[in-house]
C-alpha cells in the first residue's frame, strides 16, 4: 500500500527552467540598455555558462558574470540586471498542466504528500508560495535542512522519517535521473521519472516509471495499491 507521495521541486512541479530562461533574457537586455557592451546571446549563454559551474541557486550570478566580463562589478549594471530579472521571474514561474488536479486527486486517496528538493530553503517556500502550493504537503525538505544534494539519501529519509513511512511504501517522482531517479532506488522508494521536465534528453532514466504527464502518477499509485491488496 502507498502511503505517500514524494516530489522534487523543480521542473516537476513547477517549471523552473522556463521562468530561469525567461528571466535571464530579462536580465541581459536590462543590462545592455543600462550599458553593458556586450551581444544579446553572447551575454545570456556566459550566464548559463556561470549557472551551470557554480549552480544554478547562485545568488551571486550577476556579480560572477560582470567580474568575468568586465574584470569588475559596474553596479549600475549589476542593479539592472537584478531587477530586469525580478520582474520576468515573478511574471514566468508556472505549474505544470495538471499539477493541482494531481495532488488534490492524491489527497482524496489519503495519501500524505512531501516535496524533497535541493534548492534552498526560502527559495523552495518561495516558489510553492508564488504557485498556491503552500498548504499542500505535510512535509518539506530542502538543501538548508539536511545539508547535502540528492542522490544522497540523508533528504529522503528526512522525509521519510517526517511522514513515518517506510521506503516500500512510497512513489518518488522527479525529472533529474542521476540525482531523483538513483537516490530514490537506492532506498528502495518506488520511482518516477518526469520525462515532461527532462532539460538533458535523458535516454534511460532508470525508472520503474517514466510520465509525459504528471496526472499519469494518479494511475501509478492506484495500480501499485491494487498489486500490493
Do not use: C
Not at 499539477?99 to 486517496?109: G, Q
Amino acid at each position: 500500500m502507498i502511503k505517500a507521495v514524494l516530489f522534487d521541486l523543480d521542473n516537476t512541479l513547477v517549471d523552473f527552467m522556463k521562468m530561469k530562461e525567461e528571466a535571464v533574457w530579462a536580465a541581459v537586455d536590462y543590462m545592455i540598455d543600462a550599458g553593458l557592451r556586450m551581444k544579446r546571446k553572447e551575454a545570456y549563454d556566459k550566464i548559463f555558462e556561470i549557472y551551470w559551474r557554480e549552480g544554478i541557486e547562485d545568488q551571486k550570478i550577476f556579480d560572477k558574470f560582470l567580474m568575468e566580463v568586465l574584470g569588475k562589478v559596474d553596479y549600475k549594471i549589476l542593479a539592472a540586471g537584478i531587477v530586469g530579472y525580478r520582474r520576468a521571474k515573478e511574471g514566468t514561474l508556472i505549474l505544470y498542466p495538471h499539477v493541482y488536479s494531481t495532488l488534490m486527486e492524491l489527497l482524496k486517496m489519503g495519501k500524505k504528500l512531501a516535496v524533497v528538493s535541493d534548492a534552498p530553503i526560502l527559495q523552495v517556500w518561495t516558489r510553492l508560495a508564488q504557485t498556491g502550493l503552500i498548504h499542500f504537503f505535510e512535509v518539506v525538505v530542502t538543501l538548508d535542512d539536511t545539508g547535502f544534494r540528492k542522490p544522497d539519501p540523508r533528504p529522503f529519509k528526512a522525509a521519510l522519517e517526517k511522514l513515518g513511512v517506510q521506503p516500500q511504501e512510497v512513489v518518488y517522482i522527479g525529472d533529474w535521473a542521476e540525482r531523483d531517479i538513483v537516490g530514490a532506488k537506492q532506498l528502495g522508494m518506488h520511482s518516477v521519472f518526469a520525462r515532461y521536465g527532462d532539460v538533458f534528453n535523458t535516454q534511460n532514466s532508470g525508472a520503474d516509471f517514466e510520465v509525459e504527464d504528471i496526472y499519469e502518477l494518479v494511475e501509478i499509485v492506484k495500480k501499485l495499491d491494487h498489486e500490493s491488496s
